[in-house]
C-alpha cells in the first residue's frame, strides 16, 4: 500500500496527473465516477492557451511545461489526439503575455490582410488543438501501458482512498467543492455547438470584449467543426439552450459565411470547475496519510495539465509539499 497513489477524478487533470507519477514507477489508481468520455474535459473545444485561470505567475511556467509535452505528443496526432495548427487569437496584444509566449510555434501580429473584417489586432500562431476524447483515451492508455489502472468508482470522501493508499490525489474538479468541502469552487458553463466542416482549417477566437460571457470561436476538429461559446459564472444547468447556440451559429456565421445552414452534429454543454486560483497543496489525512489536492483549472485544465501534474505530484514519502500560496489575482 505504501507505495500505492489513488486519483480522484478520471478527466485530464487526473489522467494526466496519474500517467506522470505511473511513469515514475508508483503504483497509481484512478476513482472516476464517469468514464472519460463523459467527464467536462470530453466537451473542452481544447485550443491551448492560458484561459480564465489564476495566479498569472504561475500559470506561466505550469503552461510551457505543457506545450513542450502537447507539441511532442503532435507527432503522432493520430494515436495522440493532438495536433498543432495555424490561427488567429484577435483582441490580444503580444505584450500581455507572459514569457510563456516565446515558445509558441511562430507567434506573430497578423498582418492587415490577415485580419478578418472589422477586427483591428490578432495574433497568429500555431497552437496545440486537441481532439479531447480522442486525447483521453490515450492517456488512460499509456496509464495502463505504466502499469496503472482506471476505476468506475465514486469517492464519498478522501479518508475512504487514504484506507487504500498512503497518498490521494485530489483531481476532482468541480466536485472538490462537496469533497474537500471548498465553497470557492464554481462552475462556468461553456456551451458549443459541433457542425460538419465546410472546408475551415484554422482556429479563430475572438474574446468577446462587448460580453464578457460570450466567446466566438472556431476550432476544427476530425469529428466537425466546434463552435462557440459561453462562459457564464455560477451557471449549474447542463442542457444546451437552443437560443444560446443559435447565438452561437449566427456569430460564426457572420466571420465566416459559408458556416450558414452547415448540418448540426452535436449541442454541447460543459461546466468549466472554476477557482478564484488553482490549488495545489498537500495536507495530512488524519491516520497520517497524504492528501494532495489539484483543481480549481477553471477553462486552462488541458493548458496546464501537464505543468499542474509535476507540480501535485507526491513528493517522497517523509517530505511534505509546502502549501505555495501567492494572493490571488482577480477571478478564475
Not at 487533470?13 to 464517469?34: F, H, I, N, Q, Y
Not at 511562430?106 to 473584417?117: D, W
Not at 478522501?158 to 474537500?180: I, K, P, Q
Request: some cysteine; glycine content about 12%.
Amino acid at each position: 500500500m505504501n507505495d500505492t497513489v489513488i486519483v480522484v477524478g478520471g478527466g485530464v487533470v487526473g489522467l494526466t496527473s496519474a500517467v506522470v507519477l505511473a511513469e515514475r514507477g508508483r503504483r497509481v489508481r484512478v476513482w472516476s465516477r464517469e468514464p472519460a468520455g463523459r467527464t467536462t474535459s470530453a466537451v473542452a473545444g481544447a485550443l491551448f492557451w492560458p484561459y480564465r485561470i489564476e495566479p498569472a505567475e504561475l500559470v506561466g511556467p505550469w503552461s510551457l511545461r505543457s506545450l513542450r509535452e502537447y507539441v511532442a505528443l503532435a507527432r503522432d496526432p493520430e494515436r495522440t489526439g493532438v495536433r498543432v495548427v495555424a490561427g488567429l487569437m484577435t483582441d490580444t496584444p503580444r505584450a500581455g503575455l507572459g514569457s510563456w509566449a516565446d515558445e509558441v510555434p511562430e507567434l506573430r501580429e497578423a498582418r492587415a490582410g490577415e485580419l478578418p473584417e472589422g477586427c483591428g489586432q490578432a495574433l497568429r500562431a500555431r497552437l496545440p488543438l486537441i481532439d479531447m476524447p480522442a486525447h483521453l483515451r490515450y492517456l488512460e492508455e499509456r496509464l495502463r501501458a505504466a502499469g496503472g489502472s482506471v476505476e468506475r468508482r465514486t469517492a464519498g470522501g478522501f479518508e475512504e482512498a487514504a484506507a487504500e493508499a498512503s497518498v490521494v490525489l485530489n483531481c476532482s474538479g468541480l466536485a472538490a467543492r462537496e469533497l474537500v468541502p471548498d465553497a470557492s469552487v464554481f462552475p462556468v458553463r461553456g456551451q458549443l455547438v459541433v457542425v460538419e466542416n465546410p472546408g475551415i482549417d484554422e482556429w479563430f477566437v475572438s474574446p468577446g470584449e462587448d460580453d464578457a460571457a460570450a466567446t466566438t470561436y472556431l476550432f476544427p476538429q476530425p469529428y466537425g467543426l466546434v463552435l462557440g461559446g459561453t462562459a457564464e459564472e455560477h451557471v449549474w444547468d447542463r442542457l444546451p439552450d437552443p437560443g444560446t447556440a443559435a447565438a452561437i451559429v449566427g456569430r460564426c456565421a457572420a466571420l465566416r459565411p459559408e458556416l450558414r445552414g452547415a448540418r448540426v452534429l452535436a449541442h454541447r454543454v460543459g461546466l468549466r470547475p472554476a477557482r478564484p486560483r488553482v490549488r495545489i497543496e498537500e495536507v495530512r489525512l488524519p491516520g497520517g496519510a497524504r492528501l494532495v489536492h489539484n483543481y480549481g483549472h477553471g477553462g486552462a485544465g488541458v493548458t496546464v495539465a501537464w505543468g499542474c501534474a509535476e507540480e501535485g505530484a507526491p513528493p517522497a514519502r517523509g517530505k511534505p509539499r509546502a502549501a505555495a500560496a501567492p494572493k490571488p489575482k482577480g477571478g478564475g
